[in-house]
Nanobody, 125 residues
């Protein structure tokens, strides 16, 4: 599946952003989807994942309670609502997909086969 992320930008600490990921391809609902992020000089880290159903989600501890992942299978879209943003949330955010569905949801980058191009999120203090 081909993925394209959008919605990044510059925001002050405490602000909000909503990232979107458009998927092109068939059987989108069969994919588990995730968001990862990468800060300069750091490894790519897991942010959130969602399974085929909206209630099947998991989050990194660092974003739990602030970020919400969701999907619209009819539109082939995945979203990441980010609230109460902090400077450490700064980085390039990537959406990812895997057709190897599992429970619990995958949280390692090497377990996702398809990746979008990334969108920059910068949180100023």
């Amino acid at each position: 599946v081909q993925l394209q992320a959008s919605g990044g930008g510059l925001v002050q600490a405490g602000g909000s952003l909503r990232l979107s990921c458009a998927a092109a391809g068939r059987s989108f609902s069969r994919y588990d989807m995730a968001w990862f992020r990468q800060a300069p000089g750091k490894e790519r880290e897991f942010v959130a994942a969602i399974g085929w159903g909206p209630a099947i989600t998991t989050y990194a501890d660092s974003v739990k309670g602030r970020f919400t992942i969701s999907r619209d299978n009819a539109k082939n879209m995945v979203y990441l609502q980010m609230n109460s943003l902090k400077p450490p949330d700064t980085g390039v955010y990537y959406c990812a997909a895997t057709d190897v569905r599992s429970l619990p949801l995958k949280v390692r980058a090497d377990e996702y086969a398809d990746w979008g191009q990334g969108t920059q999120v910068t949180v100023s203090s």
